[in-house]
C-alpha cells in the first residue's frame, strides 16, 4: 500500500512539475529528505523515484519561461570550484572505480543543489522548500520523540535503512539542522495552531535527539540549542521552554543512556571513540602522502567511516580541498551574518533576518556533530547553503543591486538626451 502511495503522488506530481519546475523541488526534497519509498517493502524502496523527478524538473527548465540564471556569490564560486577540485581528485585518486562512483553520486547532489538555485528565487518558494525540508526530517523528529517517550529511551532513535540518515548518529545531526528551520516557521507565522504545532514538534524532535543516543548529536544539539535561543526573537521564551523540557527529557532516558554520554569524559577508555582516532590519524597520515589533491573518494577503501565531515575531505581531497570546504563554510556564515544586520530594521524583510539567523544555527549544529560523522557531502547541508545563497540574493535584488536604475531627468533622459543607468549606493 505504500508503495502505491508513493508511486501515486510521484506520478501525480509530474504533470505539475512540467508546468511548475519549482514543485520539482519540493517533490525532491520530500523524496530526499522524508525517503518515502524506503518506509515500504516492495517495488518502490530501491525505485529511482528522485533521478526522474530531477529528470523531470531539468526538461521543464528547457520549456519554461522563467529566467535561468544562477545567483552568481562568492559562495556560488567557492562550490563551483569544490566540484571542480572533487572532479581533480577524483582523477587523481588511489581506488578510481570505487571514488568515480562516489563522485557521481556527489554530482547528482550538486546538481539538484544548482536547479535549487535556479528555480527557488523568491520568498515564496524559499519559504515553501523551508516546509518541505522541516516537515520531512520532522517527521522523524515527532516519531523519534513519541517513540522513545514511550519506550523510556531502551531504544535507539534510528532514520530509514539505506539513506543518508540511516544511523543513529546521521539522524541526530540531521534534526539538529532541522530544528532551526521549524523555529524558523513558527517565528513567520501568525496561525496558532501552526505555531502550536511546531513547538510540539521542536519538543519531541528535542527528545529524538536524545533518543539517537549519539554522543555526537548530543555535543551538536547543546551548542544548537543554546545558538537557537540567542538568535531568536523572544529568546526569554525559548529560553523557559527549555529549561523546562530539558529536565523532563532527561528524565525519560534510561541508564544506560548516561552510561553511553558519559563516555565524552571518559573516551580513553571506549573503543568506539579509540577507534575514531586511529581513523583520523590515517586520515592525517593520507594528507601528508599526498597533501594536495589527498587519495580522492573513498581512499579509505571497503567503506569505512571516517567519522568527521573534516577528516573526510581532508584525507580524500589533500589541505586544498579542506580549505575549500571550510572556506565555503566561513563565506556562508558571513553572509548569514551581512542579511541579519541588513535586514534588522525592515519589516518587510524580517523574514530574511530570521531566516538567516536559523540557517546560522544550523551551520553551527553541522560544524560541531559533524564533527564526530562523516557526513560531508550530506545533500542537506549543501540544500542550505542554497538557501543562503538565494536569501542574499533575493536581499540585494530588493535593494536593487541587480538592477540598473534609470535616472529620469527630462523626459527619461539627461541633458545630451541619452539614458543614464546607474548603481545606487548601499546604505
Sequence with gaps: ???IFVLLVVLGSLPLILYR????????????????????????YDFPFAQIVAMVIMVALVFSKEPKKIPWTRETIVLVVFIF?????????????LAWAQFIKVIKIQVATFLTLIIMNDKNRLVLL???????????????????????????????????????????????????????LQLTHEQKWIKMGMTGAMALTFIAILGTQSRGALLGVAAMGFMLAMKSRRRVMLLTMMILLIPVALMIMPDSWYERMGTIQTYEEDASAQGRLIVWKKAINIALDSPITGGGFETFAGGRDVHSIYFEVLAEHGFVGLFIFILLAVFAWRSCSQIIKR????????????????LQVSLLGYAISGAFLGLAYFDLYYHLIAMIILLRYLDEKDDGVNEPVVEKQAGNHDIHGRFRFTRPSRS
Design 85 to 97: 577540485w572533487m572532479l581533480v581528485t577524483t582523477l587523481n585518486a588511489n581506488y578510481g572505480d
Design 21 to 44: 519546475p519549482y514543485i520539482g523541488i519540493l517533490v525532491w526534497s520530500w523524496l530526499a529528505y522524508m525517503n518515502p519509498h524506503r518506509l515500504s517493502w516492495g517495488f518502490a
Design 343 to 358: 535586514t534588522k530594521d525592515s519589516i518587510d524583510k524580517k523574514w530574511m533576518g530570521d531566516l538567516a539567523s536559523m
Design 130 to 184: 523551508a516546509w518541505a525540508i522541516a516537515l520531512s526530517l520532522g517527521f522523524f523528529g515527532v516519531k523519534g520523540g513519541i517513540f522513545t517517550a514511550l519506550t523510556g529511551g531502551s531504544q535507539h532513535v534510528l532514520g530509514p535503512y539505506g539513506t543518508f540518515i540511516g544511523g543513529n548518529n546521521e539522524l541526530g545531526l540531521a534534526l539538529i539542522m532541522t530544528v532551526p528551520l521549524m523555529r524558523f
Design 1 to 3: 500500500m505504500r508503495d
